[in-house]
């Protein structure tokens, strides 16, 4: 069983739409990675949370470290939020992984 | 702000020859990160290193070896290079006092084996 688990897997919008992405994961943690990786291949970090909510622009990521569950939600969506939205759980100083979300926002 | 910088970005080698990627972490940053991402693949985390002594292994091949120098920077070779070793490799660098702390990215370098 992984370890980290996203849904949905693919997501597909209109943009304006109001996005979210949710994160589930089986280990114990005490923060949280949001990256986004865009088709070109660069990872950007979004978050790293360990509690509460946290806002950059359009982005907000929430944490709840008893329930091991996370969810990003982006607002008033726009096509160059097209990307790969993944969350990472720091273990042992490397980060694990899981198979993300691909979010397109259509135009 | 300065970001994490790799070269080369793309490199193209033939099977059993090496290859040796470079990482330039962001500024006084201590800790770095390889990562290999297969094509339609997860990154997978490969090595780190912390203050230049290795910190954590993954699943980095024996074929492949990593060091983290006096400057900070970050080299991995990698020696008899196969087909299966074409993927994107980021390095990513973290600051100090936060060893598996947020971790910043660089552009990756793109390899691939003929």
């Known amino acids: 069983k992984n370890e980290v688990e996203q849904s949905p897997q693919n997501l597909t919008a209109q943009e304006g739409e109001f996005i979210t992405i949710n994160c589930s994961y089986s280990?114990?943690?005490?923060?949280l990675h949001w990256l986004q990786q865009h088709p070109g291949g660069g990872i950007v970090s979004l978050f790293m949370?360990?509690?509460g909510k946290k806002k950059h622009g359009r982005l907000i990521a929430t944490i709840n470290i008893q329930e091991k569950h996370s969810s990003l939600h982006i607002t008033a969506s726009h096509p160059r939020d097209s990307a790969v939205y993944i969350c990472?759980?720091?273990?042992?100083?490397?980060?694990?992984f899981g198979t993300g979300t691909r979010l397109t926002i259509i135009p | 702000a300065a970001g994490v910088i790799q070269s080369p970005r793309h490199l193209i080698k033939e099977k059993r020859e090496t290859a040796t990627l470079k990482c330039y972490p962001i500024?006084?940053?201590?800790?770095v990160y390889w990562y290999q991402q297969g094509p339609g693949q997860d990154p997978q985390f490969l090595i780190s290193?912390?203050?230049?002594?290795?910190?954590d292994k993954g699943s980095i091949p024996d074929r492949f070896s990593a060091q983290q120098f006096s400057d900070y920077h970050s080299e991995l070779n990698m020696s008899s290079l196969e087909l299966g070793d074409s993927a994107l490799y980021f390095c990513?660098?973290?600051?100090?006092?936060?060893?598996?702390?947020?971790?910043?990215f660089g552009p990756g370098t793109r390899l691939t084996v003929l």
């Open positions: 990513a660098s973290s600051p100090p006092g936060t060893r598996w702390g947020e971790q910043f």
């Open positions: 280990v114990g943690i005490s923060a």
């Open positions: 949370l360990s509690s």
């Open positions: 990472a759980p720091p273990g042992n100083e490397k980060l694990t």
């Open positions: 500024p006084r940053h201590d800790t």
């Open positions: 290193f912390y203050e230049k002594m290795q910190s």
